[in-house]
């Protein structure tokens, strides 16, 4: 379902649609630009872990109805809850648990941005494995402004864009263009507003076309290795790659290679 389609809708905070593959979970809560109160959140934990146990899934995009992807966290709903720590630390944690969840969910997880993606919207883009954005978007971790440091969404950004930038956006509030965005590497591409759902779609349809074995496998190994030294990261890939020529999807797409055919995945 596009943005503009969810913008009709007020079933549900977040609206799920599958198709060839690809599950779209649309963040819905546009009059308030998508911000992920704990109800939001707690909707997209759900969603992302019904699909990590299903098959038929290959690839997920994430996109926000109206005119914005997401603008963080739900200001009104932490101040209303004045000094209430307990409560603060919770609506982190669970922050903190779906980023994590997309990071390890077997699948390629996209962000489609439009509009603006702040603070914990910032958060979430950097936490999906790729990224397509309409060329007005902007990007900023903002927080500083209004006294709160995006400290939460740093963590994603850190490991997204260099040090220097990652700095200059978290210590001055700035925002940033989807073509500067594309140069920071916190998204892959950005395109004109009329050709960012058939970008979307183009790029998760290329993902899904994979053998999901061999995609949850990368997936895992790239965030993994990022981790370790350059001896431990080779020594861990060295082992990942032993695993996965043992699969019968290895098999399969080295006979198609060789053969001149198309390989037919089993997911084994």
């Not at 603006?116 to 883009?125: D, M, N, P, R, S």
């Not at 309409?134 to 400290?151: E, H, K, M, Q, Y």
Request: aromatic share 6%.
């Amino acid at each position: 379902m596009s943005a503009e389609a969810a913008l009709s809708s007020n079933a549900s905070l977040l609206l799920r649609s599958d198709s060839d593959g690809i599950a779209r979970l649309t963040l819905n809560r546009p009059r308030q630009y998508n911000a992920l109160s704990g109800d939001l959140m707690g909707e997209l934990q759900a969603a992302l872990d019904d699909i990590a146990a299903e098959k038929s899934v290959r690839v997920v995009i994430i996109e926000g109805a109206g005119r914005g992807f997401c603008a963080g966290h739900d200001l009104k709903e932490l101040r209303g809850r004045g000094g209430d720590k307990e409560f603060f630390q919770a609506i982190f944690k669970q922050c903190s648990r779906l980023m994590t969840t997309i990071t390890s969910l077997p699948q390629p997880v996209i962000a489609k941005v439009h509009g603006i993606a702040t603070a914990a919207g910032c958060q979430l883009v950097a936490t999906c494995d790729l990224a397509v954005a309409d060329r007005t978007a902007r990007f900023g971790t903002p927080g500083v402004n209004i006294g709160l440091f995006c400290s939460t969404p740093m963590v994603a950004l850190s490991r997204a864009v260099p040090r220097k930038q990652a700095m200059e956006m978290l210590l001055t509030g700035d925002t940033v263009g989807a073509e500067e965005a594309v140069g920071l590497g916190l998204i892959n591409r950005a395109v004109p507003a009329e050709a960012l759902e058939g970008e979307a779609l183009a790029l998760a349809r290329k993902v899904a076309g994979k053998s999901p074995l061999t995609l949850k496998i990368g997936k895992e190994a790239f965030y993994r290795q990022i981790e370790y030294g350059l001896v431990e990261a080779y020594a861990y890939a060295s082992q990942v790659m032993t695993t996965n020529m043992l699969a019968r999807d290895a098999e399969e797409g080295i006979d198609a290679f060789i053969e001149k055919r198309s390989p037919e995945w089993q997911g084994r």
